[in-house]
């Protein structure tokens, strides 16, 4: 019986921790490099509006579109209740505490994530890179830092705006199309949800993601192999890593904050 | 010096002179840009020590290597330039990095170069406008901006048509004669190699040899003659 | 990257945008510090509260006036509830605080019922009468219970009766 299979299953282990490890290195280099001057204002901006400005389009339909399927599928369920003037609190329930930053994350990823991804492993095959560091530049201040701390703050932004969209598309569909009165719908929204324990919780998650995924497609673009075929590796890799990170600190958050 | 575990070259010792024109010189693969890279501080060799003016960049951290890193400009075989950043940005990203010009001064400097490599109103282009031979040129002026001690070269004549490399030669040894900076060029152009080079060294499969050019030429050392002489076409 | 002021516009504006529907979801769905200003310190002595919690809200005649600071059991074990009430509001000393539901599966909150003592409750003192909280399935319970005593009386009656 061949048990070489023990063997790729430990390398693949020690290789998962050791990259762990590599990433938590990349993330202390960060941190300690990000008071140092310049400021970069200027670099941080344009990545708002590469990674937040660029997003709004997919924020705001998918929003409108996952309020309007909650809103359906919350009125089929309240309807055999008739507790459908409740859809309000349905709706924002599901999307301010779970859907919005959740999603929200994982439509960034996908978007954001892998087009900063993409663009720093460019960067590491082109040598640009290595030009910075022969120019005494270092590379993680330079590109790394306004990418992450763009993605940080975007991240909240683009939630709200996701979740502000669904409870208009629950509108939509609830009072619009299924006949729940309209002052209903939003007084059931207002009634039910809380700052501190709802709202407070879901744009603590947006953040908490945006550090993550701000952090992962960074790191994996850095660390790409100098290759097309590395640049889009990290790219993919980008991705999973990050949806699943996201899924599993979702679970850890909602776990801990008691909501 | 090792990738992984695939060795570059082993127990490899040598010098460069100071001001002077040097030529690396080898087959693919023999190691050429990674000696390049070494020296820049860009990779770290498995063993040994790399002198760079006095000072021993195998031993140092990156944050010590930025101090070294002022006395050395590197020219990169694709340029390496800034794609999102204008020919001028890309010039004055390590001057204003290093924060003591005004912008004025800057200015200044910035067009000094552009005018010492040969190029003119350039300034608002983006690298992805620029020929190879501009490219290049701009790399360089980029490389020597700092004023530093030693330029290193990777290969500045890929990509180039025989009258563009000629070209690229001629400034070159234009800019060593008129300021005495330590150039390393790495290339696998024999021709060229032989007119500007004051030393070369020849990495060959087992072992490196190193000389100048005439010496080497003559060499009594079969496989020295036959790579310099294998490409002696147009001399 | 070129400067570009549209581009700065665009950003601009999409923060704006992002900060108002964070302010509206906290404001106005979330119910964040929309209610009036605090300092009138006033406390209840319940039997049972409930399903109360703390930032409750306080009602008179239907409007908000303050909410549920803090809630512990003092030495009789029954339940304290200390409210943090706007300091216009005048409370007579027979005021009546009770627990209510807001709907019948909703959350609870205090209703104060206001008496006719010209003597005002001040800050720090206890309401004058507590009306404790109604539980759904005790009463359920009764009910039942009750059903159950009526059958069995009547059947005795039945039996009694020749």
């Given at each position: 019986m061949s048990v070489a299979w023990v063997q790729d299953l430990g390398a693949i282990a020690l290789g998962f921790v050791s990259d762990l490890g590599r990433f938590g290195g990349f993330t202390a280099h960060l941190a300690r490099v990000t008071f140092a001057p310049p400021l970069r204002l200027r670099a941080f901006v344009d990545e708002v509006y590469k990674l937040g400005v660029l997003s709004i389009i997919i924020i705001t339909v998918c929003g409108l579109a996952v309020g309007m399927v909650?809103?359906?599928?919350?009125?089929?369920?309240?309807?055999?209740?008739?507790?459908?003037?409740?859809?309000?609190?349905?709706?924002?329930?599901?999307?301010?505490?779970?859907?919005?930053?959740?999603l929200t994350a994982l439509l960034a990823t996908g978007r954001a994530g892998s087009a900063t991804a993409a663009e720093i492993g460019t960067m590491v095959a082109t040598e640009q890179l290595d030009g910075l560091r022969m120019m005494s530049v270092d590379p993680v201040h330079y590109v790394v830092m306004p990418r992450t701390y763009a993605m940080i703050v975007v991240m909240p932004l683009l939630s709200a705006m996701f979740i502000v969209m669904g409870l208009f598309g629950g509108y939509l569909v609830g009072a619009g199309l299924m006949g729940v009165d309209g002052g209903a719908y939003l007084s059931s929204i207002e009634s039910s949800i809380d700052f501190y324990d709802d709202v407070l919780g879901s744009l603590l998650k947006a953040l908490v993601f945006g550090v993550l995924v701000g952090?992962?497609?960074?790191?994996?673009?850095?660390?790409?192999?100098?290759?097309?075929?590395?640049?889009?590796?990290?790219?993919?890799?980008?991705v999973v890593v990050g949806s699943v990170t996201i899924l599993l600190v979702d679970y850890v958050i909602t776990a801990l904050w008691g909501v | 010096?090792?990738?992984?575990?695939?060795?570059?070259?082993?127990?490899?010792?040598?010098?460069?002179?100071?001001?002077?024109?040097?030529?690396?010189?080898?087959?693919?693969g023999s190691g050429k840009s990674t000696m390049l890279r070494l020296i820049g501080g860009l990779v770290g060799p498995t063993g040994g020590r790399i002198l760079v003016d006095g000072d021993d960049v195998a031993a140092m951290s990156e944050r010590e290597l930025f101090q070294v890193r002022r006395k050395l400009g590197m020219m990169f075989q694709g340029g390496a330039l800034l794609d999102s950043l204008s020919v001028y940005d890309n010039l004055a990203l390590p001057l204003r990095e290093q924060g003591e010009l005004s912008e004025a001064e800057i200015a200044d400097e910035v067009h000094d170069r552009i005018r010492a490599v040969g190029l003119d109103d350039v300034d608002a282009l983006l690298p992805g406008q620029l020929s190879g031979?501009?490219?290049?040129?701009?790399?360089?002026?980029?490389?020597?901006?700092?004023?530093?001690?030693?330029?290193?070269?990777?290969?500045p004549f890929s990509g180039l048509d025989p009258i563009s490399t000629r070209r690229i030669e001629t400034l070159l040894v234009d800019v060593n004669r008129r300021s005495g900076i330590t150039m390393l060029i790495v290339s696998h152009d024999v021709p060229s190699t032989m007119r500007m080079a004051d030393w070369i060294t020849l990495l060959l499969p087992h072992r490196a040899v190193e000389g100048e050019p005439h010496a080497l030429a003559t060499s009594g050392e079969s496989d020295v003659r036959e790579f310099l002489g294998a490409t002696q076409g147009a001399a | 990257?070129?400067?570009?002021?549209?581009?700065?516009?665009?950003?601009?504006?999409?923060?704006?945008?992002?900060?108002?529907?964070?302010?509206?979801?906290?404001?106005?769905?979330?119910?964040?510090?929309?209610?009036?200003?605090?300092?009138?310190?006033?406390?209840?002595?319940?039997d049972e509260i409930g399903g109360l919690k703390p930032r409750a809200a306080v009602v008179v005649s239907g409007v908000k006036v303050g909410q549920v600071k803090s809630i512990a059991l003092d030495k009789t074990y029954r339940a304290r509830v200390e409210m943090d009430l706007d300091p216009h509001v005048q409370l007579p000393v027979d005021t009546s605080a009770s627990i209510v539901t807001s709907g019948v599966l909703g959350d609870r909150y205090i209703q104060l019922q206001l008496g006719g003592d010209p003597e005002l409750v001040k800050n720090g003192e206890e309401?004058?009468?507590?009306?404790?909280?109604?539980?759904?399935?005790?009463?359920?319970?009764?009910?039942?219970?009750?059903?159950?005593?009526?059958?069995?009386?009547?059947?005795?009656?039945?039996?009694?009766?020749?």
């Open positions: 909650l809103g359906l599928q919350g009125y089929n369920t309240l309807a055999r209740f008739g507790a459908t003037n409740s859809l309000g609190a349905v709706v924002g329930l599901s999307l301010i505490r779970e859907l919005g930053p959740v952090l992962i497609a960074t790191y994996r673009g850095y660390t790409s192999a100098p290759t097309s075929a590395g640049v889009s590796a990290s790219t993919t890799s980008t | 010096m090792a990738f992984g575990r695939r060795p570059v070259f082993q127990d490899l010792s040598c010098r460069f002179p100071r001001s002077r024109v040097s030529v690396i010189l080898g087959g693919s031979g501009m490219v290049k040129r701009v790399a360089l002026a980029r490389a020597i901006i700092r004023r530093p001690v030693i330029l290193l070269v990777d290969e | 990257m070129r400067r570009s002021p549209v581009r700065d516009f665009l950003v601009g504006c999409f923060v704006l945008v992002g900060i108002a529907a964070i302010a509206y979801l906290s404001l106005r769905v979330g119910g964040l510090a929309s209610g009036p200003p605090g300092g009138f310190t006033v406390y209840a002595t319940f309401v004058g009468f507590t009306e404790s909280a109604v539980i759904l399935e005790r009463m359920i319970g009764k009910f039942i219970h009750n059903v159950g005593v009526d059958k069995g009386e009547k059947t005795d009656k039945k039996e009694e009766s020749p």
